[in-house]
């Protein structure tokens, strides 16, 4: 309003000045608040797709749902589904395969990530073609990356023909259909596949740490390990601090390797939480129980979501 | 973008110059660990292809072998499978759907939380990132359930939207700091000459951080290419599956045909490389950006 005043009366623009310089701060702060709407479609669409399906999961965590009650009243029964699944046997198991799983890939993930980071920081042809060709497999369909790991590790795999053929083992070792073994090689695989995503973002932290700062070590005769030790480490402690937490969950909301390689078997042996309440929900049916566990994992991430929201701001806040 | 611009020098510069002085070092760990690092991720490559190209007699015997002969039959009966043109349709629809979907309202979004500082933007990150950290187990079992009460179960609709809505806080985290980038005098410029908001928008913010659209759309079109969870849950039958969803079933099931998986392996992987070939040096600065903030 008051631009469209200054335009059809120009002549008035000097000595509406005091005025004008009053109420231009104001009308910029309204535009900037104005830019909100711009975040309405989203508001919207989430409130109806993501936290409405939220709110209904909740509910049905507090009812009796099977698929043949799926689409009328639910009948409340309060905690049941909760305690139903814990006295199941599953729940706690579940658990404990989700820390002992999150923990190997982060692990992994993180170490991994730095070690190819620092190996592929070089200006040659072949970091460049490694580095190329690991975000390429991050790229790919997890089915696809799941479904060639369960091939190399089968009876007649590449990975057994190797450790039988050097002799470190006289049989085949059952990696997918051991329980000793089972959750373990799914976790390093969900590894290889989160590593290049890791190592890229370690490169450029590497990347940015000034060249002469190496010069320097250099002069005072560093070598190479502690170059790395202290310098490289401690320049991308923010970033791992970040990436940390990212690795967290993506190894906590792993879905699609378990499912491929191992389905949650044998038995129980690679059941996360997600991954048990998907089985309770569509493979037993038992909706209500599956909702149960599944705001059990959503309650984890809200205080995920907090320790991330806390790291961001101690990242932006050194940067 | 004056993020961007300093990152994508610091990448092609900061090599540069202690990098030639680290060349003529003789490396005799970080050398042999590089091509160990090759093999780790060159080999499972190499055996979806190698074993896509093999009868299933010859992988029986011994998987791992490298003397076969080579056959495309592994193809040409993928190929003649009658759902495999519907399956490729489907994911190329749904893929193509969801990020167009996503980017409509995820370019907007970044853009208003990138540019206001108010406690509802402090708030509507952080309710963006939980939902991005929410297992996807947690929103199939209600969208299931809605789906089937709104009658978008076994429709392309309904995965579309259920995509969108796993992949907008994603998108929206990921652009806003390529908006946040653009310096604002350049908007306080354009309206100076009385550009309308949205029209400063559309012809100044949009061409300048078009990195970051194409960035996020190429990974929303990656991420819903692969995404199978949905697929196999709200089609009712497997006519309907993308390519992921039927790789998904034949990978779960028993008596795998392996040189027909990997051969389908193979045909799911194509358009993903032609996408990565055109825009990895994109994903190389964008992610980095977008990951740490």
Same mark, same amino acid.
């Given at each position: 309003?008051?631009?469209?005043?200054?335009?059809?009366?120009?002549?008035?623009?000097?000595?509406?000045?005091?005025?004008?310089?009053?109420?231009?701060?104001?009308?910029?702060?309204?535009?900037?608040?104005?830019?909100?709407?711009?975040?309405?479609?989203?508001?919207?669409?989430?409130?109806?797709?993501?936290?409405?399906?939220?709110?209904?999961?909740?509910?049905?965590?507090?009812?009796?749902?099977?698929?043949?009650?799926?689409?009328?009243?639910?009948?409340?029964?309060?905690?049941?589904?909760?305690?139903?699944?814990?006295?199941?046997?599953?729940?706690?198991?579940?658990?404990?395969?989700?820390?002992?799983?999150?923990?190997?890939?982060?692990?992994?993930?993180?170490?991994?990530?730095?070690?190819?980071?620092?190996?592929?920081?070089?200006?040659?042809?072949?970091?460049?073609?490694?580095?190329?060709?690991?975000?390429?497999?991050?790229?790919?369909?997890?089915?696809?990356?799941?479904?060639?790991?369960?091939?190399?590790?089968?009876?007649?795999?590449?990975?057994?023909?190797?450790?039988?053929?050097?002799?470190?083992?006289?049989?085949?070792?059952?990696?997918?259909?051991?329980?000793?073994?089972?959750?373990?090689?799914?976790?390093?695989?969900?590894?290889?596949?989160?590593?290049?995503?890791?190592?890229?973002?370690?490169?450029?932290?590497?990347?940015?740490?000034?060249?002469?700062?190496?010069?320097?070590?250099?002069?005072?005769?560093?070598?190479?390990?502690?170059?790395?030790?202290?310098?490289?480490?401690?320049?991308?402690?923010?970033?791992?601090?970040?990436?940390?937490?990212?690795?967290?969950?993506?190894?906590?909301?792993?879905?699609?390797?378990?499912?491929?390689?191992?389905?949650?078997?044998?038995?129980?042996?690679?059941?996360?939480?997600?991954?048990?309440?998907?089985?309770?929900?569509?493979?037993?049916?038992?909706?209500?129980?599956?909702?149960?566990?599944?705001?059990?994992?959503?309650?984890?991430?809200?205080?995920?979501?907090?320790?991330?929201?806390?790291?961001?701001?101690?990242?932006?806040?050194?940067? | 973008?004056?993020?961007?611009?300093?990152?994508?020098?610091? @990448?092609?510069?900061?090599?540069?110059?202690?990098?030639?002085?680290?060349?003529?070092?003789?490396?005799?760990?970080?050398?042999?660990?590089?091509?160990?690092?090759?093999?780790?991720?060159?080999?499972?490559?190499?055996?979806?292809?190698?074993?896509?190209?093999?009868?299933?007699?010859?992988?029986?015997?011994?998987?791992?072998?490298?003397?076969? @002969?080579?056959?495309?039959?592994?193809?040409?009966?993928?190929?003649? @499978?009658?759902?495999?043109?519907?399956?490729?349709?489907?994911?190329?629809?749904?893929?193509?759907?969801?990020?167009?979907?996503?980017?409509?309202?995820?370019?907007?979004?970044?853009?208003?939380?990138?540019?206001?500082?108010?406690?509802?933007?402090?708030?509507?990150?952080?309710?963006?990132?939980?939902?991005?950290?929410?297992?996807? @187990?947690?929103?199939?079992?209600?969208?299931?359930?809605?789906?089937?009460?709104?009658?978008?179960?076994?429709?392309?609709?309904?995965?579309?939207?259920?995509?969108?809505?796993?992949?907008?806080?994603?998108?929206?985290?990921?652009?806003?700091?390529?908006?946040?980038?653009?310096?604002?005098?350049?908007?306080?410029?354009?309206?100076?000459?009385?550009?309308?908001?949205?029209?400063?928008?559309?012809?100044?913010?949009?061409?300048?951080?078009?990195?970051?659209?194409?960035?996020?759309?190429?990974?929303?079109?990656?991420?819903?290419?692969?995404?199978?969870?949905?697929?196999?849950?709200?089609?009712?039958?497997?006519?309907?599956?993308?390519?992921?969803?039927?790789?998904?079933?034949?990978?779960?099931?028993?008596?795998?045909?392996?040189?027909?998986?990997?051969?389908?392996?193979?045909?799911?992987?194509?358009?993903?490389?032609?996408?990565?070939?055109?825009?990895?040096?994109?994903?190389?600065?964008?992610?980095?950006?977008?990951?740490?903030?």
């Amino acid at each position: 309003m008051s631009a469209d005043l200054t335009a059809a009366r120009p002549s008035r623009r000097l000595s509406a000045s005091p005025g004008h310089t009053r109420r231009f701060p104001r009308r910029r702060s309204l535009s900037r608040r104005g830019k909100l709407l711009f975040a309405l479609p989203a508001g919207v669409f989430l409130l109806i797709f993501s936290f409405f399906p939220l709110a209904q999961l909740g509910r049905m965590s507090v009812s009796d749902v099977s698929a043949r009650t799926l689409n009328s009243p639910w009948e409340f029964v309060g905690a049941d589904n909760f305690v139903g699944s814990a006295t199941q046997g599953s729940l706690v198991p579940a658990f404990g395969n989700t820390v002992v799983f999150v923990l190997i890939v982060t692990v992994i993930g993180l170490i991994g990530g730095l070690a190819a980071a620092i190996l592929l920081s070089t200006s040659t042809w072949l970091s460049a073609f490694v580095l190329g060709l690991m975000v390429f497999i991050w790229a790919l369909p997890p089915v696809v990356n799941g479904s060639v790991w369960k091939f190399l590790l089968g009876d007649a795999g590449l990975i057994n023909s190797i450790i039988t053929g050097i002799g470190l083992s006289p049989t085949a070792v059952p990696f997918l259909y051991d329980e000793r073994f089972a959750l373990l090689s799914v976790a390093i695989v969900n590894s290889w596949a989160v590593v290049p995503f890791n190592a890229l973002v370690f490169r450029a932290a590497i990347l940015g740490i000034p060249g002469e700062t190496f010069e320097a070590a250099r002069i005072d005769g560093a070598n190479r390990w502690q170059e790395i030790w202290h310098m490289i480490v401690p320049a991308v402690r923010p970033t791992t601090l970040v990436l940390a937490v990212l690795t967290i969950v993506y190894a906590f909301r792993s879905f699609d390797f378990i499912f491929v390689m191992t389905y949650g078997g044998p038995g129980v042996a690679t059941n996360t939480l997600p991954f048990l309440s998907y089985l309770q929900a569509f493979v037993r049916f038992d909706f209500g129980m599956g909702a149960a566990t599944a705001v059990i994992s959503v309650l984890l991430v809200l205080v995920l979501a907090v320790i991330y929201a806390r790291s961001v701001r101690s990242e932006e806040a050194h940067s | 973008m004056s993020i961007v611009i300093p990152r994508a020098d610091a @990448t092609a510069s900061a090599p540069s110059s202690p990098q030639p002085r680290r060349k003529k070092r003789f490396e005799p760990v970080a050398g042999p660990l590089r091509v160990v690092l090759l093999l780790i991720y060159a080999v499972p490559i190499l055996f979806i292809v190698l074993t896509s190209l093999k009868q299933p007699g010859d992988v029986i015997s011994s998987q791992s072998s490298f003397l076969f @002969t080579p056959t495309l039959d592994a193809y040409t009966n993928v190929l003649s @499978t009658s759902g495999l043109f519907v399956a490729m349709q489907q994911s190329l629809v749904i893929a193509a759907g969801t990020t167009a979907l996503t980017l409509l309202v995820a370019i907007p979004a970044g853009y208003g939380l990138a540019r206001v500082d108010s406690r509802i933007t402090t708030i509507g990150l952080g309710l963006l990132i939980v939902l991005q950290m929410v297992p996807q @187990t947690a929103n199939v079992i209600p969208l299931y359930q809605i789906f089937g009460a709104w009658g978008l179960l076994d429709q392309n609709a309904g995965v579309i939207i259920a995509d969108t809505a796993l992949l907008i806080p994603f998108a929206t985290l990921l652009l806003r700091p390529f908006f946040r980038a653009v310096p604002e005098a350049l908007e306080e410029a354009a309206s100076i000459d009385g550009a309308s908001i949205p029209r400063t928008f559309w012809s100044i913010m949009l061409p300048i951080a078009r990195n970051g659209v194409a960035t996020t759309g190429t990974l929303v079109f990656l991420l819903s290419w692969g995404e199978f969870l949905y697929a196999v849950n709200f089609f009712l039958s497997p006519g309907n599956y993308p390519l992921s969803a039927l790789l998904a079933q034949q990978v779960s099931a028993f008596g795998i045909n392996w040189p027909g998986l990997m051969a389908l392996g193979v045909i799911t992987s194509i358009p993903i490389l032609i996408l990565f070939t055109f825009t990895y040096r994109l994903l190389r600065e964008g992610l980095t950006l977008g990951a740490v903030k």
